[in-house]
């Protein structure tokens, strides 16, 4: 399979007045056609910054400063912004936390959307416009879309306005959506159906998913496969169900026993010790080793490379057992 999107040893730094502060550091992801991919890691380890940077949305004091992202093969950092805003709404489109980045609060639901489709195709008649429109916002879940079109973005609820954010991501049909923790605010009840909608919507459009979160229950519950981002970097890459039932790196295993099981009702959560490092000063060696469990003399030395596991597994840690390694 080819993927649609391939990030290869991406770097994005923020050049500050205390220094350089490397959010994406040698990041490498592939996204399949159609495929879910969850990214998951705790607060300011990179993961916004990284979808900004496919979307083309990072500003300065921030740079691009290494790697490719090649969407199809075509590689999006040599595109002028004039190309990347026609790319980005096209065939990749962003969901944020909060819905209001996405919509505007004195238009109409209805204006909006009919707006987003004629910016990417003119040609289309407002009719036209106005009926995929209402017809997206009954794919998201939205009862009654002919009426609730001609309402303004307060007065929906929060779960609402998230859902009509998603219709406008999905309205013109994108090959890609980056969805930046899209579901955080939102009540666990509607969290799921949001989770659930998107996934079957996806699924049914062939839309490949890159989705982004704190909260690794959510990514074992949608994505196909988890990229697990620690300091700027991927440090363990694998198919969902062998992540999540078989975790190699110390910090997924630490995220993963900070998640509630059914397995491990009664049993009391683990926390990971310790703080991430701050971006801006890393340690010599491993991003991890100051919360590490199996830390050993050479992880303070030298960041260690990728390994690749015999079930296919990209793990960014020394300790990778011989029985793991290909
Ligand atoms: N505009 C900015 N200027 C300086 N540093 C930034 C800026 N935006 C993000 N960062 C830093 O980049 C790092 C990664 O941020 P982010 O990608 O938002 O993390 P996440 O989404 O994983 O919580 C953080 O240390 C954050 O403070
Ligand atoms: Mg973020």
């Not at 979808?51 to 004091?61: K, Q």
């Amino acid at each position: 399979m080819t993927p649609i999107l391939q990030i290869n040893d991406l770097k994005t730094h923020f050049f500050t007045k205390a220094g350089v502060l490397k959010a994406v550091d040698g990041v490498s992801l592939e996204i399949g056609a159609g495929e879910i991919v969850g990214l998951v890691g705790e607060s300011g380890s990179g993961k916004s910054i990284t979808g900004f940077s496919i979307i083309g949305l990072v500003d300065a004091p921030g740079r691009i400063v290494g790697g490719e992202i090649l969407f199809k093969g075509q590689n999006l950092t040599n595109l002028s912004p004039q190309e990347m805003q026609q790319f980005r709404g096209n065939r990749v489109a962003m969901i944020f936390q909060d819905p209001m980045m996405t919509l505007n609060p004195v238009l109409r639901i209805e204006t909006q959307m009919i707006e987003a489709i004629q910016a990417h195709d003119p040609s289309i008649s407002r009719t036209d416009a106005h009926a995929r429109s209402r017809d997206t916002l009954g794919l998201v879940g939205i009862s009654s879309p002919e009426e609730r079109m001609r309402a303004y973005p307060h007065q929906f609820s929060g779960g609402m306005r998230q859902r009509v954010s998603i219709a406008i991501a999905m309205l013109n049909k994108p090959d890609l959506i980056i969805a930046d923790e899209p579901t955080t605010a939102l009540d666990v009840t509607i969290q799921g159906q949001v989770i659930h909608e998107m996934q079957r919507l996806c699924r049914e459009t062939k839309t490949a998913l890159l989705w982004i979160t704190h909260d690794l229950a959510v990514v074992a519950g949608i994505a196909e496969r988890i990229c697990v981002m620690y300091a700027g970097r991927i440090v363990e890459q694998g198919l969902n169900t062998k992540v999540i039932s078989n975790p190699i790196h110390p910090y997924t295993r630490g995220l993963l026993g900070s998640v509630p099981a059914q397995n491990r009702r009664g049993e009391p959560l683990q926390q990971i010790e310790g703080m991430v490092p701050s971006l801006l000063n890393l340690p010599e060696g491993c991003a991890f080793q100051n919360r590490c469990s199996l830390l050993t003399e050479r992880c303070s030395l030298t960041p260690p490379d990728v390994t690749k596991t015999d079930d296919g597994r990209l793990v960014r840690c020394f300790n990778v057992t011989q029985g793991d390694t290909a």
